[in-house]
């Protein structure tokens, strides 16, 4: 099983930047790749990045010039630094995670942190 605990949410002005943390804990050995969804009010839960265990990455169209995913192996801690914000950015964002064990497939999800940008 995998745990992942986020951090740094908060309020933030229109412009301003924040950075949030995703440490994963567990059998973390099996995470093939860690990502950050966000979910706005009144709309879908969204992919915005992604981070695969060989260090790819995949940042959504719409975020790419502003937002960074990036990792820090000794900690098991993913990044993503939103750069830039507007108040379209506002929505709780999650750690997501994706692993395998043999021929199985596990999905986890941290337990979400509120970023909201003010105009």
């Known amino acids: 099983q995998v745990r992942l605990v986020e951090s740094g949410g908060g309020l933030v002005q229109s412009g301003g930047s924040l950075r949030l943390s995703c440490t994963a804990s567990g059998s973390i050995s099996n995470i093939n790749a860690m990502g950050w969804y966000r979910e706005a009010p009144g709309k879908e839960r969204v992919l915005v990045a992604v981070i695969r265990r060989g260090g790819t990455t995949h940042i959504q169209d719409s975020v790419k010039d502003r937002f960074t995913i990036s990792r820090d192996g000794a900690t098991n801690t993913v990044y993503i630094q939103m750069n830039s914000l507007k108040p379209e950015d506002t929505a709780v964002y999650y750690c997501?995670?994706?692993?395998?064990?043999?021929?199985?497939?596990?999905?986890?999800w941290g337990q979400g942190t509120q970023v909201t940008v003010s105009s």
């Open positions: 997501n995670a994706e692993g395998s064990a043999g021929l199985g497939r596990h999905i986890y």
